[in-house]
């Protein structure tokens, strides 16, 4: 069973910066897709960036193109997504979530009914 657990979040200033951490467990191979979502007060779940199992194709919400970078390293199991430039808007809580893929090349659409496993989520709250 694929275990993940997010960590990074907190409080930031505007314009600021964190970088969250998606540690997975209990499969240890390239062969899953990983996709971050957040979900604010009161909205969906929507899409922010996914990164195939190799690492080599990513996808990015046009809300966060610029700001956000998205990385893996299967090495240790963890993915990370690098948020710079923070807005209040980016206020959510963010879950990374699984795909187990037959392609390591292969990258998930930003959808969250396509994902299996989730994580239980970290808040990240932007204000001053």
């Known amino acids: 069973q694929l275990q993940l657990v997010e960590s990074g979040g907190g409080l930031v200033q505007p314009g600021g910066s964190l970088r969250l951490s998606c540690a997975a467990s209990?499969?240890?191979?390239?062969?899953?897709?990983i996709g971050w979502f957040r979900q604010a007060p009161g909205k969906e779940r929507e899409g922010v960036s996914c990164?195939?199992?190799?690492?080599?194709?990513?996808n990015y919400a046009d809300s966060v193109k610029g700001r956000f970078t998205i990385s893996r390293d299967n090495a240790k199991n963890t993915v990370y997504l690098h948020m710079n430039s923070l807005k209040p808007e980016d206020t959510a809580i963010y879950y990374c979530a699984a795909r187990l893929v037959f392609d390591k090349k292969a990258l998930t659409p930003l959808q969250p009914g396509l994902y299996r496993y989730w994580g239980q989520g970290t808040q990240v709250t932007v204000s001053s």
């Open positions: 990164i195939s199992g190799n690492g080599g194709s990513t």
């Open positions: 209990g499969f240890a191979s390239d062969y899953y897709t």
